[in-house]
């Protein structure tokens, strides 16, 4: 049976660790926008993670995650050399990549791993490249030097004001376009609140815009249904019709509430975990 082993980890911020994994299939196939989904051992659940980075030639991937339920958290005690016993991807609609001139890519949180990602394919496309990312407070920023080496303009903002500057995304984007700026496309990824925000946003002034959206999942191939979500009054599957939508189409009130869905099981599992000792 193959294995995927950690081959390096770093902790971005508080509970956002960093993996590295030989994984030379999905690297050789992996695009911007993709996901995988894997199963740490035989008792695991299965769990969705944007892919980051990835290596067609070292034939690795990179993932960013953050410790928010118990397999997130039990993947972050995992070290170098460590194997995970199930990887399967690269899964989903692959980001449409083209030169639509201006574009702006706004990441929320841990959305700027997905974010970077399809940020990166859209410079390498020929695009003018603007990012606007978001974080709670200073010490959860991460991939600002990332987002600095491909951005044409970098604009961060944290909720409490203690890096940069204090507002939302949705104040950043606001303004940036209030301000004259020409903006011909955005993709948009992060908190469903934040999304939802964003596209009322373009939505006025009439701006193509695309979300990547981030519904409850379990096998990530369309058969199970639980990742539906509705997009233009019809329902849609994300693990196989997205995970991008047009953001002016996505029912997001629907979508929040779905992903409020299973939020005392997934407390119980928690507590379960760090009853047992976290193992």
Same mark, same amino acid.
């Given at each position: 049976?193959? /294995?995927?082993?950690?081959?390096?980890?770093?902790?971005? @911020?508080?509970?956002?660790?960093?993996?590295?994994?030989?994984?030379?299939? %999905?690297?050789? @196939?992996?695009?911007?926008?993709?996901?995988?989904?894997?199963?740490?051992?035989?008792?695991?659940?299965?769990?969705?993670?944007?892919?980051?980075?990835?290596?067609?030639?070292? =034939?690795?991937?990179?993932?960013?995650?953050?410790?928010?339920?118990?397999?997130?958290?039990?993947?972050?005690?995992?070290?170098?050399?460590? #194997?995970?016993?199930?990887?399967?991807?690269?899964?989903? +609609?692959?980001? !449409?990549?083209?030169?639509?001139?201006?574009?702006?890519?706004?990441?929320?949180? %841990?959305?700027?791993?997905?974010?970077?990602?399809?940020?990166?394919?859209?410079?390498?496309?020929?695009?003018?490249?603007?990012?606007?990312?978001g974080f709670r407070s200073k010490d959860? %920023?991460?991939? *600002?030097?990332?987002?600095?080496?491909?951005?044409?303009?970098?604009?961060?903002?944290?909720?409490?004001?203690?890096?940069?500057?204090?507002?939302?995304?949705?104040?950043?984007?606001? !303004?940036?376009?209030?301000?004259?700026?020409?903006?011909?496309?955005?993709?948009?990824? =992060?908190?469903?609140?934040? /999304?939802?925000?964003? @596209?009322?946003?373009?939505?006025?002034?009439?701006?193509?815009?695309?979300?990547?959206?981030?519904?409850? /999942?379990?096998?990530?191939?369309?058969? $199970?249904?639980?990742?539906?979500?509705?997009?233009?009054?019809?329902? #849609?599957?994300?693990?196989?019709? =997205?995970?991008?939508?047009? @953001?002016?189409?996505?029912?997001?009130?629907?979508?929040?509430? +779905?992903?409020?869905?299973?939020?005392? *099981? !997934?407390?119980?599992?928690?507590?379960?975990?760090?009853?047992?000792?976290? $193992?």
């Amino acid at each position: 049976m193959p /294995m995927f082993e950690i081959l390096d980890k770093k902790e971005l @911020a508080p509970h956002i660790k960093w993996l590295r994994v030989h994984a030379p299939l %999905v690297a050789r @196939a992996a695009k911007a926008g993709q996901f995988i989904i894997l199963r740490l051992h035989e008792k695991g659940e299965r769990i969705p993670l944007t892919l980051f980075k990835w290596s067609k030639d070292e =034939g690795y991937i990179e993932i960013v995650f953050q410790e928010v339920g118990k397999t997130t958290y039990e993947l972050g005690t995992y070290e170098i050399g460590d #194997k995970i016993m199930d990887i399967v991807g690269p899964l989903g +609609r692959p980001t !449409e990549i083209e030169n639509f001139g201006n574009v702006v890519v706004v990441s929320g949180g %841990v959305g700027a791993p997905i974010g970077y990602a399809v940020a990166r394919g859209l410079k390498e496309a020929g695009n003018h490249l603007t990012v606007i990312a978001g974080f709670r407070s200073k010490d959860f %920023v991460i991939l *600002e030097d990332e987002f600095s080496e491909i951005a044409d303009e970098l604009l961060i903002t944290t909720d409490d004001g203690s890096y940069v500057r204090k507002g939302f995304t949705t104040d950043v984007l606001k !303004e940036y376009i209030e301000a004259g700026n020409k903006v011909d496309f955005v993709f948009t990824v =992060g908190p469903v609140i934040m /999304m939802k925000f964003i @596209a009322d946003i373009t939505k006025k002034y009439r701006i193509k815009t695309v979300a990547s959206l981030n519904p409850i /999942m379990i096998d990530g191939t369309g058969m $199970c249904g639980a990742c539906r979500v509705r997009v233009g009054g019809e329902i #849609k599957f994300a693990c196989v019709d =997205g995970p991008d939508f047009d @953001a002016h189409q996505v029912d997001f009130d629907e979508l929040i509430m +779905r992903l409020k869905q299973y939020q005392n *099981e !997934e407390e119980v599992a928690m507590k379960r975990y760090l009853k047992k000792g976290g $193992c």
